[in-house]
DNA sequence: AATCAATGCAACCGCCCACTT
DNA sequence: TAAGTGGGCGGTTGCATTGAT
């Protein structure tokens, strides 16, 4: 709807997105996972860079996100977390499954501010957040926000649980595997085994089959892509320091 | 029916931080 | 310790749509 298509100086695609990119990059990553967002257009076949196609998958793409109107309850939490904390649409999104902080910010300036001062909620604003005494939050920013992720996790009621809340739960487990800058190794050695495989059906597979290759289901069927995750799953699943590497391997029990 | 302004929102940009080398 | 890299965040842009005149 809104960016005319166009190339940069790299040729790299920007402007809105094709059904055929979208269905490319979500077929990417319901396989694989993110796990290099700047390597990962280049595995999935798209000439964008890769904070395009992170924030498309974020915005848009990803399974579990809630389109249409905002709730009144959704709307109440949204003024009362900006009185409270102001412009922070990350942590807002993380209040309110199935919203991005994209989607959080865009309805904020279009709908909620008016709506908020008409209600005279703005009478603490960002600057006099500080003059008032509550500037703990941006000296201890990381930890306030860590704070509010734990409080969005308690915050889903069991009672409430369908099976769409438990895909919202189960979904971050994806944005995890790439987003935690410890991952390194992990990576690294996804990658390796990613440019094999990649560079293999390069050099010896035509156009078609690799079209193939990227359209048909993630079965694992390449014995030396299985072998080389199974080990990697072990080796990493040995090191206690890359634990939490291993809890979410788990994501390759997913496909076998 | 035509024009203009306001609105909605997808997408881009630049910066910052954590981490690796 | 410094430089390089990648991911995430918040601010901003700009086009399509909608509503008013």
Redo the contacts with the bound molecule.
């Keep these: ?4 298509p166009c190339s ?1 100086k790299n040729g ?6 094709s059904g055929e990119e979208d269905n490319k990059l979500k077929d990417y990553i319901l396989r694989y996972g ?7 257009p280049k595995y999935a076949g798209l000439s ?5 196609c ?3 998958w ?3 793409l990803q399974p579990n996100l809630k ?1 249409g109107d905002y709730s009144e309850e959704e709307e109440n939490i949204i003024i009362k977390l900006h009185h409270e904390r ?9 209040k309110l499954p199935g919203r ?4 959080i ?3 904020w ?3 909620l501010k ?1 709506r908020a001062k008409q209600n005279g909620k703005l009478e603490v604003t ?1 600057e006099n957040f500080q003059s008032i005494g509550t500037c703990q939050f941006e000296d201890s ?2 930890r306030d ?1 860590q704070e509010w992720a734990l409080d969005s996790v308690v915050a889903i009621d069991p009672s409430q649980q369908t099976s769409e809340t438990s895909l919202l739960q189960a979904e971050p487990f994806f ?2 595997f ?8 992990l ?2 050695a996804m990658e390796r085994i990613m440019d094999d495989s990649f560079t293999s059906l390069s050099e010896t597979h035509h156009a078609d089959t690799i079209e193939t290759f990227w359209n048909q289901p993630f079965l694992l069927e390449n014995e030396t892509t299985t072998n080389d995750v199974q080990a990697l799953h072990s080796e990493l699943l040995s090191q206690n320091s890359l634990i939490s590497c291993g809890e979410r391997l788990s994501m390759y029990d997913y496909y076998y």
């Design positions: 709807m809104v960016r005319t940069n790299m695609k920007k402007g809105l997105w993110h796990w290099n967002w700047r390597k990962l964008r860079c890769g904070k395009s992170r924030l498309r974020m915005n848009y389109k102001g412009n922070k649409w990350s942590a807002m999104a993380a991005t902080d994209n989607d910010k865009n309805h300036h279009t709908h008016k960002n920013r990381k926000d944005g995890e790439s987003s935690s800058r410890s991952d390194y190794a990576n690294s």
